[in-house]
């Protein structure tokens, strides 16, 4: 993919970051984030509580964030390192929004997650649920692995479908756990995931074109 594209796309996906977050401080989306986690929990079985709950532990910071090295190392270029600056960034709007954007988190009575075990990051409490950090870690890193499989010359179409695939519904599922578990509303997850393909496109120039010109 060019690089002024995938340039121009980041930017958007950032804008539209700013704007779906000042709309959600203005409680645009209250009664759509109530009805989407009563349904969600609705039409789902109690029975995924546990499944959901281990599965959301691989967005936390602490496993993201190892995953994410794992990968720039294997690629084996020292610039590749370049892709923790927008990694970082995701940190710093996270608790930017999380101060400034006034949005609360869902009540205790929606709460699903079922497991005695949570990283330490999840003790981190602003008091504002607005961004998801899981939705924009976990859109970075898929973000990243797309355009690098999508500039990949020896997966064939084949194979690169079936990791589009693979992401994609690894990606849905995250997102459905976050609300299901009660730990976020729709619009956090939305908001997250929009900040993390924005800056997800932004360490793919770095990374992919660096990684090429090296």
């Not at 190892?66 to 590749?80: A, F, W, Y």
């Amino acid at each position: 993919m060019n690089k002024k594209l995938l340039i121009f796309f980041a930017a958007v996906f950032f804008t539209l970051f700013v704007f779906f977050s000042y709309f959600v401080h203005k409680d645009v989306f209250t009664s759509l984030d109530f009805d989407t986690t009563v349904r969600i929990q609705n039409h789902l079985s109690r029975a995924v509580d546990t499944s959901f709950s281990l599965f959301s532990l691989i967005g936390s910071a602490e496993v993201a964030t190892i995953i994410l090295l794992i990968i720039v190392t294997s690629m084996r270029k020292l610039k590749s390192f370049f892709v923790l600056i927008p990694y970082a960034a995701i940190y710093a709007f996270e608790l930017f929004g999380k101060i400034f954007v006034t949005h609360p988190g869902p009540s205790y009575r929606f709460f699903r997650y079922d497991i005695g075990f949570q990283f330490p990051s999840s003790y981190v409490q602003p008091g504002s649920s607005y961004p998801s950090g899981h939705s924009a870690r976990t859109a970075f890193i898929s973000a990243l692995l797309l355009i690098m499989v999508l500039n990949s010359n020896r997966l064939s179409k084949f194979s690169k479908l079936i990791i589009f695939i693979f992401i994609f519904v690894f990606d849905i599922t995250m997102f459905i756990s976050r609300i299901y578990l009660g730990e976020h509303w729709l619009s956090d997850v939305i908001g997250g995931a929009i900040l993390g393909i924005s800056m997800g496109l932004l360490a793919s120039v770095l990374f992919v074109f660096r990684r090429a010109a090296g």
